[in-house]
């Protein structure tokens, strides 16, 4: 404690913190607070509403849904949130610092503009520390504990994996069109084999599975190609029990699973991912880098925010919320656009993920510099 409290003391005598900054930012956490309960509560509607029926016709405890399902629900949408729910709490009491003009009284007391601006940047700093713990390390157990819930009450789930590409050694690779995680079997399936950067021989099968007790991959419906020279030798089987480098659950794997690790595990996931020459390598980069990039947004968003709404506008709060509420549904859009490029489109996902940020960053550069004069 009295470290802490020498540390406080070194910040305000370095920074000129006042009593009025402490006001300021305590308005600020308190409608982030605020927003972050209203916002939930409503999405807490929507989903019971949705979900009640299967809740009912399992008959799980109300004790289970609450502790088990819904404490874990909570984490994610709030820290999926949490850069719009900031800015829109910037928005709302800074608009209604002005509609009250106190801020005109606190700026025509010799307070400049970047000096106004502290205890918004100490806000958002320490939001961003708090999301950036809850993506790496918080939300990751509780989605986890989320789908260990939904398995064990709703059952395994049966969403086909499609366009799998994984790596089996160092010159040999297996292509899946479909993996069907309900009867762990595959569909439309092509194992290769390079000599350099020539197929020296090929498997395709209609339908790959594997037997657990023989520990073997059995690919029926078979076509073997094998590249001899000039010469292609071609043999169609009914039937073939082979072994692989590679087990089921290499293909269970979905884009979704990266979001029960934590940083570390993460980072290793995706080491081991790209060894193996996984297809999803890119939606588990953008998910490491979306536990930054959003994060750091808030800083963005929360100066953004204080642009919109620090200067006084004769219609009202309204106007205010109304523009941002634009500004946020923009960013968004950027954010899920860049991601789909960065999928699909073969935009870098450090380019894809960061993008919407370096160019709201620039916006909220400029639209502060023409609130300042």
């Known amino acids: 404690m009295g470290k802490n409290k020498q540390w406080i003391d070194k910040f305000r005598d370095k920074t000129g913190w006042k009593i009025l900054d402490a006001y300021i930012l305590r308005k600020f956490l308190g409608s982030v607070v605020y927003a972050i309960m209203l916002l939930m509560t409503i ?17 799980i405890p109300v004790k289970d849904i609450i502790f088990k399902y819904y404490f874990n629900f909570i984490p994610y949408f709030i820290n999926l949130f949490i850069p719009l729910f900031t800015f829109i709490s910037v928005i709302w009491f800074t608009s209604k610092l ?5 801020i005109i009284s606190i ?30 390390f918080v939300v990751p157990k509780t ?4 789908n260990d819930f939904k398995f064990n009450n709703f059952g395994k789930a049966t969403i086909s994996t499609t366009y799998l590409h994984v790596k089996n050694s160092g ?23 390079f000599d350099g950067a020539s197929i020296r021989y090929k498997i395709t099968a209609q339908i790959i599975s594997y ?3 023989e520990q073997k991959w059995i690919m029926r419906d078979c076509v073997c190609r094998r590249i001899e020279k000039d010469k292609e030798y071609i043999d169609i089987r009914d039937k073939i029990d082979t072994t692989f480098n590679v087990l089921p659950r290499n293909f269970d794997q979905d884009v979704f699973v990266s979001e029960t690790m934590s940083f570390t595990e993460l980072q290793q996931f995706i080491h081991e991912e790209k060894v193996r ?25 929360t100066f953004l925010g204080l642009s919109v709404s620090f200067r006084k506008n004769v219609r009202g709060v309204g106007v205010h919320i109304f523009m941002g509420m634009g500004l946020a549904f923009t960013f968004i859009f ?9 999928v699909s489109g073969g935009l870098p996902p450090v380019l894809g993920t960061w993008i919407p940020n370096l160019i709201f960053l620039v916006i909220t550069i400029g639209m502060l510099k023409f609130v300042s004069k």
């Open 211 to 213: 037997d657990e007790n």
């Open 98 to 102: 002005s509609s009250h003009n106190e």
């Open 43 to 59: 999405i807490i509607v929507f989903d019971l509403s949705e979900n009640i029926q299967r809740f009912m016709d399992k008959a």
């Open 171 to 193: 010159d040999s690779y297996i292509f899946i069109e479909r993996w069907d995680r309900s009867s762990e079997r595959g569909y439309n399936a092509t194992y290769e084999e």
């Open 107 to 136: 700026t025509g007391n010799g307070v400049s503009f970047k000096r106004f601006m502290l205890p918004y940047l100490v806000g958002s700093v320490i939001i961003v520390i708090l999301s950036l713990i809850m993506s790496n």
């Open 334 to 342: 950027l954010q899920q656009v860049s991601t789909v490029f960065s």
């Open 277 to 301: 020459g996984s297809s999803l390598v890119a939606h588990y980069q953008i998910e490491a880098h979306k536990r930054v990039a959003n994060p750091l947004g808030i800083i963005i968003m």
């Open 143 to 146: 989605n986890e504990r989320l």
